[in-house]
């Protein structure tokens, strides 16, 4: 399962996370750190990735171009790298169960 990590999160996240998500990447590692959104957008449907992001403009395009790709929203708040961490490891089953969904569910 692919993660792609927005610019508000940090890049060391990929390493941090490497042993449950290890295939996830950064933004920045790809050179689409200065990118627009609906580029970052093309490159995670293109190659598979479930964005995750700690701002609504992800989550706008979602409803704008439907998916893929899917969005993880956090929304946390100004909080540490290891609490972005601790929520994305504790929600990991949650996360894979998204990346296997057909369809999205609104709840």
């Keep these: 399962m692919n993660l792609l990590f927005d610019n508000q999160i940090s890049p060391r996240l990929v390493n941090r996370l490497f ?20 580029e970052i957008w093309a490159y995670a449907r293109t190659h598979d990735y479930i964005i995750v992001a700690k701002d609504s403009d ?12 899917k969005i993880v929203w956090l929304r946390m708040g100004n909080c540490t ?21 057909k369809r999205i569910r609104v709840f």
């Design 19 to 38: 042993d449950i998500f290890p295939t996830s990447n950064h933004v920045y590692l790809l050179g689409l750190a200065i990118a627009e959104d609906k």
């Design 58 to 69: 992800f989550n706008d395009l979602s409803v704008l171009c439907g998916f893929p790709p």
């Design 81 to 101: 790298t290891a609490s972005i961490e601790k929520t994305l490891r504790n929600h990991k089953e949650d996360i894979e169960a998204l990346y296997i969904q």
